[in-house]
């Protein structure tokens, strides 16, 4: 059974980075395309950002385009979220997912799920 282990959170002030890490102890990720999510207090999760599996895709939600960065690494077994110019409203917790879809696309699908890893921005 995949498992995800995210890290990486923190207290941060505005204008701060972070850089959020995704790891699959004793699994390649080879070949799942990933995405990041948020949850805020008292709002929906929404997707952040998702990469394909080959990372030739990624795609960004309009409120962190130019400021997160989503990567992999060349041993295909954890993704990365650098987030950048960090604001209040990034305030959340972050979980990575794994979707079973090889090659060019991301469509943040969720097979499987971490736990996620509080990101709280403020002065």
């Known amino acids: 059974q995949l498992q995800l282990v995210e890290s990486g959170g923190g207290l941060v002030q505005p204008g701060g980075s972070l850089r959020l890490s995704c790891a699959a102890p004793g699994f390649t990720l080879r070949y799942y395309a990933m995405g990041w999510f948020r949850q805020a207090p008292g709002k929906e999760r929404e997707g952040v950002s998702c990469?394909?599996?080959?990372?030739?895709?990624?795609r960004y939600a309009d409120s962190v385009k130019g400021r997160f960065t989503m990567s992999r690494n060349s041993a295909g077994n954890t993704t990365y979220l650098q987030m950048n110019n960090l604001k209040p409203e990034d305030t959340a917790v972050y979980y990575c997912?794994?979707?079973?879809?090889?090659?060019?696309?991301?469509?943040?699908?969720?097979?499987?799920w971490g736990k996620g890893t509080l990101v709280n921005v403020s002065l």
């Open positions: 990469m394909s599996s080959d990372g030739d895709t990624t």
């Open positions: 997912a794994a979707e079973m879809l090889h090659g060019s696309s991301c469509s943040y699908g969720t097979d499987y």
